[in-house]
């Protein structure tokens, strides 16, 4: 099994290695990025409800909050 894995002659192709560090770095950055649209999008709702709240229209739930399409 092992050999399937790394080559058949017992090494790993640096191009294999080199293509597998970008794919790590790509993950990280696109990992990255998730948590801060995360975090963007619940200081988003926090100010829209507080803006609702003010205005006295505050939803009776967070998820009347949401688009129709996603509830």
Excluded: C, F, I, Y
């Amino acid at each position: 099994m092992a050999k399937a894995l790394l080559g058949h002659m017992g090494g790993t192709d640096p191009r294999l290695a080199r293509d597998a560090v970008l794919l790590r770095r790509r993950v990280a950055d696109l990992e990255a990025l998730v948590t801060r649209l995360q975090r963007d999008n619940d200081e988003l709702s926090a100010a829209l409800r507080e803006h609702l709240l003010a205005q006295d229209l505050a939803p009776e739930s967070p998820e009347q909050l949401l688009e129709p399409a996603l509830r």
